[in-house]
Nanobody, 126 residues
Framework: QVRLVESGGGSVQAGGSLRLSCTASGFTFDDSDMAWFRQAPGKEREAVAR???????FYPESVKGRFTCSRDNARNTLTLQMNSLKPEDTAMYYC????????????????????WGQGTQVTVSS
């Protein structure tokens, strides 16, 4: 059974930092492309980072230079370091895993990912 469990969310002031973690089980983590998404109330889910099995990470312009995604394959853990947080970063953050061999709609497309965590809330106050 695939499980993705996020942790590390919380409330910070603008300019602060948070570190999110996602612990994975039930699939071959080190062979899987992974991603972080976020969703604010009334908005679509959007990607904030994706990382391939080799550890190469990609970011949308909205977070580039502020967020860093990494993975520890020995511990089946995905991490998102978020610095210089802004109020517009407030959202529920989700960890997602791509099922190898499944349809691929693009690394920043939520439809690519078959497995999702329950989310962790990040709130940034001004």
């Amino acid at each position: 059974q695939v499980r993705l469990v996020e942790s590390g969310g919380g409330s910070v002031q603008a300019g602060g930092s948070l570190r999110l973690s996602c612990t994975a089980s039930g699939f071959t983590f080190d062979d899987s492309d992974m991603a972080w998404f976020r969703q604010a109330p009334g908005k679509e889910r959007e990607a904030v980072a994706r990382i391939n099995s080799a550890g190469l990470a990609f970011y949308p312009e909205s977070v580039k230079g502020r967020f860093t995604c990494s993975r520890d394959n020995a511990r089946n853990t995905l991490t998102l370091q978020m610095n210089s947080l802004k109020p517009e970063d407030t959202a529920m953050y989700y960890c997602a895993a791509y099922r190898s061999g499944a349809r691929y709609l693009g690394g920043f497309n939520a439809g690519t990912y078959d497995y999702w965590g329950q989310g962790t809330q990040v709130t940034v106050s001004s």
